[in-house]
């Protein structure tokens, strides 16, 4: 099918074809797996969705579609929902005009080099670097808030459990500590490199794209310093501007969209 081809993408780019099916993957298919949702896992999709609402800038029918998603979620004001109440509105069964999150396409920058490789895990990363970098030009007035979103869904939704468990134990050690927008966009860079450096070499490791503490000297040449004592360290500050270029939605790309 079209979905299998191989797409040509740049590895130095973001690709808006990745969150979309990121977002269809967690809403349609994981979120999809519990018929009812209540309780933590109730608190924890409100606070994903509203953050998907507030940040994500996406094509003007995926933004409205959250929208709406998001003020009926919030009006929920009993214990529970049924899966499929949620979906009907997702799935803008009304048919409100331009609203809609569209099936996805297939994975782009997101692509591994075989079906088991890279995809949706990829995407996760992605789209919530995109939203700590998001919240972070919009002056959000809570430094964690993308953060415990990420956290709530991947405890309570994420398909790969042992990675929920490691994110979950890493948030509770470090996570209380992020105190500005900046130190929760490094937070979550940082985070993501631990996990880079745990799995490098590991099976779920794809041959074509090695785990490497991100970004390599080549693509970011001022993010890496060396101590005096001649240790590898990071500059932090060159670090922030990178992830802010880097995930910023201006050079998000659009190709392979319908
Ligand atoms: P990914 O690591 O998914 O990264 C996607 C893209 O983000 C990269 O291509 C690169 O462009 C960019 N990137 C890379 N590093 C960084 C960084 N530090 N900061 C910002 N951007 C970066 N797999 C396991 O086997 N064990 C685990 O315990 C595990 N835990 C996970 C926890 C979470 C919360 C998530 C979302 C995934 C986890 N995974 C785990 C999956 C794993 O991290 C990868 O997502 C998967 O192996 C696919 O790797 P990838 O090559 O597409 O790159």
């Given at each position: 099918s079209s979905e299998r081809q191989w797409k040509s993408f740049n590895r130095s780019s973001v690709y808006m074809a990745d969150l979309e099916a990121a977002l269809h993957y967690s809403l349609r298919m994981e979120v999809a797996a519990h018929t009812v949702i209540k309780g933590d896992e109730m608190i924890s999709l409100k606070n994903y969705v509203n953050a998907l609402a507030k940040y994500f800038q996406g094509r003007p029918m995926v933004v409205n579609l959250l929208k709406n998603l998001n003020s009926w979620l919030q009006n929920q004001t009993g214990d529970e929902i049924s899966y499929e109440a949620f979906k009907e509105i997702l799935d803008n069964t009304a048919q409100s005009p331009d609203s809609a999150l569209p099936k996805s396409r297939g994975w782009v920058g997101?692509?591994?080099?075989?079906?088991?490789?890279?995809?949706y895990p990829c995407g996760v990363w992605t789209l919530f670097h995109v939203l700590t970098v998001q919240a972070s030009n919009a002056n959000g007035?809570?430094?964690q808030e993308v953060l415990t979103a990420m956290r709530g869904y991947v405890r309570r939704f994420f398909g790969c459990r042992y990675c929920a468990n490691h994110f979950e134990h890493m948030a509770e050690e470090?996570?209380?500590?992020?105190?500005t927008l900046s130190s929760a966009v490094l937070w979550l860079w940082s985070s993501h490199n631990i996990v880079n450096n745990r799995i490098a070499g590991s099976v779920s490791e794809d041959p074509e794209f090695p785990k490497i503490q991100w970004p390599s000297p080549a693509t970011c040449p001022s993010c890496h310093t060396v101590s005096r004592r001649g240790d590898h360290e990071w500059n932090r500050d060159e670090v922030l501007s990178f992830l802010k270029f880097h995930f910023s939605s201006d050079r998000i790309l659009t190709d392979y969209l319908d």
């Open positions: 997101c692509q591994g080099s075989q079906q088991n490789f890279r995809g007035s809570d430094p470090s996570m209380s500590k992020v105190e």
